[in-house]
């Protein structure tokens, strides 16, 4: 995988569509971000994509290091055989070829796979995961998502649809997710869950509920409610101390269910910082049988917001070389 | 694995030791079964369960095909490199060196193996799991257990204590449960919880409650719940229904996070029958997204009462064989 070529690894997320060239040891060679865009509807997005892909290829072929493939990691679920977004929740995509049109586009072979699967392989190659295995990774963003590595490779399941992490019942009576289910992670412990709790407590302090600094928030999103937190807004400390408690469940679960040398926790609330692996490691421990939690570690993402598209580009690089791992 | 050898495999469960002598393709040769009497303490239950290792070995040797090696599968947690069993909840084994002292008996190789596992081994080689891959394994009986195997090969994790199923927290606040947590599946769904909740129900009859036919009852297991509950009992017919809901919820987690191509579902709760089946299909159906729900099948366990050994009997052949899978 070294040598002269490199790859092209693209992370289409809700809110910004993340590329990067790298060569075949994970070393960034260049890398775009837009945002996505996604109220733009699906043929909007798909152009932000491929200009992306396509300055990228530009980039490499120009510095002599043409990219010999794409990756693309998506949210599911998809089709990732034949490279089709099947649903998404939050992007305008319904059946979508992601994959062949990309690759009509580039004249390059593209590999779409589950977004948690290419952050996981990100990871475990590049990142905090290194030789750690089995390896799971949870992303607590927008959304809720994740992958897992076993034996160096991605477990994608029968569909790679596998860690739909975002979609584990965690309270089944518990408020109804975008997905028709109730109680899922995502709708308990996601960036948008924490923003649905603020508007909710925002609407009832209206009506003469408990007063809120959230209140005064021209814009509510779960920066928002952490940063309340912060300044010691009860609510919004209510609020944040319940989301990180069931994405502590959540991770929990996984463990139990993985029994993995390591997690790795990526995605937008981790800027939240030391309080939510605090929280997760309270979970565990009060959660786990002591033979899983006794030696299991739990980490930050080492590549940051990189993770998605390096890993999708070393699962495009496996793809073209021929191991396809998993 | 053919010819003339053999393997013995042991289940050791809560309530039966369940033994088998297989040839290398899965045919039982002879098979015994003693109560596992876990209330006389762990040296009762080592020599019952040596009794019946060594009189299958016996057995083997006298038909002319000597066993080459004996696998047992065990509750977890267990360091099953040394072929310790460190602490379970239904059997009186602390830190008990299982494998060595059974090797020490028998003076042959012995591979202690979670007891999930081996089950899922067992209905993936020889039983309602034959190529069908991922396939996730999950027992409902006394307690609530699982194992899966992915790409051929039993997904083991860090320390052997992967898919502790019933430890998956499936209500945050739920009943306490034996491992000390709350709302465990096993908490809420197993034979246990089930016979848990009967009792409450009589309780609460004697003291000016909602009567119920189970006060009548001379002993309260789940098999009597699900009688009542088929007689018409209001009382248990909620209980079973509660609890058969919970399963769903748990089996549609383990099709959301593995997206397999087959859950079996095997141990004494299905023995109600039909019933089990369709509440967990209307779990999965509801709790799931389609690209998993639609192509996954859900079958009972093929090999009845003998999964658990037979597949234990196997990892100790594959481990015998130098094909030390996982």
Known sequence: MSGVGSFVGIDLGG????????????????SRQEPTGAS???????????????????EGRAAGRAPLAVGVGAPGPLDAERGI???TENLPFVDFPLGPSLEARLGLPVKLDNDGCA??????LYGAG?????LVYVTASTGIGGGA??????????GSNALEVGHMTLLPEGPECKCGNRGCAEALASGTAIAARAEEAVLAASSGGRPTSLSSCPRLGAEEVFREAGRGDAVAELIVSEALAYL?????NLATLFDPELIVIGGGLCRSGERLFEAVRLAVRSRCSKAVSGTLRILPAGLGEDSGALGAAALAAQAACGDQAG
Chains 1, 2 share one sequence.
């Open 15 to 30: 809110t910004k569509i993340r590329g990067v060239l790298a060569d075949g040891e994970g070393r960034i060679l260049a």
């Open 40 to 58: 733009e509807g699906s043929k909007a997005v798909f152009a932000t994509l491929a200009s992306i892909a396509a300055s990228l290829v530009e």
């Open 85 to 87: 977004i099947l649903v």
């Open 119 to 124: 952050a996981a392989m990100g990871e475990y």
């Open 130 to 134: 290194r030789g750690a295995d089995p």
């Open 149 to 158: 590595i076993i034996g160096g490779r991605p477990l994608r399941g029968r």
């Open 248 to 252: 502590g469940i959540c991770v929990a």
